[in-house]
């Protein structure tokens, strides 16, 4: 299994920018009928992480997202950090040729060879 950590253009300082997880995201409930006092949290999975960045950068982020499906799996890294896991080093590189086809220079990866 291969990690590589998602690097994608800012939409504003068209620089290179990761997307983390600061902070678990956290669900309450109302009721129409009672007070529901309970808030649960939980990290972002990769792809809900990936998705909110819609506007911020400057790819298609849905189109992304099934590009990264295609070929591994958006992960948060220590709840954190934005990677994709894959296999192994065919799909790691097949992966990358299809983001420079679709995004250019917009997206990149950075891994340990």
Do not use: N
Not at 42 to 47: E, Q, V
Not at 51 to 72: C, L, N, S, Y
């Amino acid at each position: 299994m291969l990690r590589a950590r998602v690097w994608l253009t800012c939409a504003a300082m068209l620089d290179p920018v990761s997307p983390v997880l600061t902070q678990p995201c956290r669900i309450g409930w109302e009721a129409k009928k009672r007070q529901v006092d309970l808030e649960i949290e939980r990290p972002l999975k990769g792809a809900e992480l990936l998705a909110r960045m819609k506007g911020w950068v400057t790819v298609d982020v849905t189109k992304a997202i099934e590009i990264f499906a295609k070929h591994g799996r958006l992960k948060l890294l220590d709840e954190r950090e934005l990677v994709v896991e894959c296999e192994g080093p065919t799909e790691l590189v097949d992966l990358e040729r299809e983001l420079a086809e679709v995004f250019g220079d917009q997206v990149s990866l950075e891994y340990e060879e």
